[in-house]
């Protein structure tokens, strides 16, 4: 059974680097039929997709986060770098797996079917 | 980006009666969208995907509809336990992106 389990700084000061793990258990890491992806929540922005990363290393970013953050994969974790944090950076984050299907013009496509229990970053002097 | 608008904000609705939630897209999707159900402190749970497929151990009375830019989730008989707050995501074009949310209430 697939386990998700987001760790990582709770509390973060302004300027500094958020650094966050995903555990992955119950599926491999090096299955192209997956990618991993790193999503938060606030009260402020609602749910937000940060980045994704496949099994082969190709990555994709948020465009209003895409100068600060950093996703890398290891044999069984997913890892999530945010540099320059601000209080607006604070947030749940969640790590997600995205499942692939083909579309009807054979394009792969990613849902997120299984999410972490999400860990919730402060960011405060 | 493509944005997503979720109607109506919050939905009252009693038990046994159904529910239907709307949500649109300011750009063409294909029918590569999602629904999410998230109750208080907990993750969000996929409901539909492909627009229409239920996801694994989701009830039937769930169902997904709609394709291009307008998208419905109706739950047909309202129950208790399906209380929570509703997100739309589309998966078609980068970045990925999340409507605001509908919140379900029993009434």
């Known amino acids: 059974q697939l386990r998700l389990h987001e760790s990582g700084s709770g509390l973060v000061k302004p300027s500094e680097t958020l650094s966050l793990t995903c555990a992955v258990s119950?599926?491999?890491?090096?299955?192209?039929?997956?990618?991993w992806a790193w999503i938060r929540q606030s009260p402020v922005r609602g749910l937000e997709w940060v980045a994704s990363?496949?099994?082969?290393?190709g990555s994709s970013y948020n465009p209003s986060l895409k100068s600060r953050v950093s996703i890398s994969l290891d044999t069984s974790e997913s890892q999530l770098s945010l540099t320059s944090v601000t209080a607006a950076d604070t947030a749940i984050y969640y790590c997600?797996?995205?499942?692939?299907?083909?579309?009807?013009?054979?394009?792969?496509?990613?849902?997120?079917?299984?999410w972490g229990q999400g860990t919730l970053v402060t960011v405060s002097s | 980006e493509t944005v997503l608008t979720q109607s109506p904000g919050t939905l009252s609705v009693s038990p046994g009666e159904r529910a239907t939630l709307s949500c649109r897209a300011s750009?063409?999707?294909?029918?590569?969208f999602a629904w999410y159900q998230q109750k208080p402190g907990q993750a969000p749970r996929l409901v539909i995907y492909?627009?229409?497929t239920r996801a694994a151990g989701v009830p039937a009375r769930f169902s997904g509809s709609g394709s291009g830019t307008e998208f419905t989730l109706t739950i047909s008989s309202l129950q208790s336990e399906d209380s929570a707050v509703y997100y739309c995501?589309?998966?078609?074009?980068?970045?990925?992106?999340f409507g605001g949310g509908t919140k379900v209430e029993i009434k």
């Open positions: 750009q063409y999707v294909s029918n590569n």
């Open positions: 997600a797996r995205g499942r692939r299907y083909y579309d009807w013009l054979h394009q792969p496509h990613y849902y997120f079917d299984s």
């Open positions: 492909a627009a229409s």
């Open positions: 119950g599926a491999s890491l090096t299955s192209n039929d997956y990618h």
């Open positions: 995501q589309q998966y078609n074009n980068w970045p990925f992106n």
């Open positions: 990363i496949s099994y082969n290393g």
